[in-house]
């Protein structure tokens, strides 16, 4: 059976796992990347790179993917991508994660390889897990939130929407991030952390509160 196309928006190292992803997969076969300053006759991996505006102009019904990794940026081109009429936006959830039968994952959302989630958890729309991240069991991620590589989630955990947690931090169980918290890498939070607020360290404590056009990676 032959594999149906996928455009991924991005041409950086997060647009090259997902590609990876996706090719090691049976559905989905890359077509082309998006950039929004694409040169002419541009190639990334091998598949022809499309200027924004000349790909939200052509309209499908074809399926895109979001690999940008910052979630201002992610969300910006979600709603250009929607505006335009893209409509269908898949998960993408690499072979080697082990996801619980009766997770709930949303559309568009990223779950990189050795990610594991545990039963009972829900995955919003365009979160990302990232390689190796762990989410356990009765745990919520809102939409566009996402785990930098190697983060650990304890049990029961509400993670909110745009809330990032940094490489290799970890989320004690029961602890809540408010929408568009952040976790520094390497830290380890063991109380709540409130909307908009940065933590960091071992234990986290918090540091300040973030923008909220400030952009995290
Ligand atoms: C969230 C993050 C980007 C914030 O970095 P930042 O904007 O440079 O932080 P700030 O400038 O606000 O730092 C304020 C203070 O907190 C400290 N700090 C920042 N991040 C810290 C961390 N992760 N752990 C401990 N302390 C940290 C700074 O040293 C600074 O201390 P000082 O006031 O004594 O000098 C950073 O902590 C982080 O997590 N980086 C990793 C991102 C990541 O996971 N990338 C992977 C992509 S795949």
Redesign the pocket.
Known sequence: MSRAPVHIVGCG??AKVIAAMIEGGTRYEVASFVDRDARAEATFLDRPVIGENAFLAAGSGEAVVVGL?EWLRRKDAVARLRAAGWTDFPAVIDPSAVVAADVQVGEGAVLMPGTVVNPGTEIGAFCVL?TGAVLDHDCSMADGSAL??GVTVGGGCRIGAGA?L????SLAHGCSVGNGA??????FLMQDAGPGE?W??VPATF??KRAADET??
């Open positions: 190292g997060h990794g990232n930098a590589p990032y940094g490489i290799g931090a952040v976790l520094g890498g390497g830290g940065f960091a360290g540091v300040r995290v990676l």
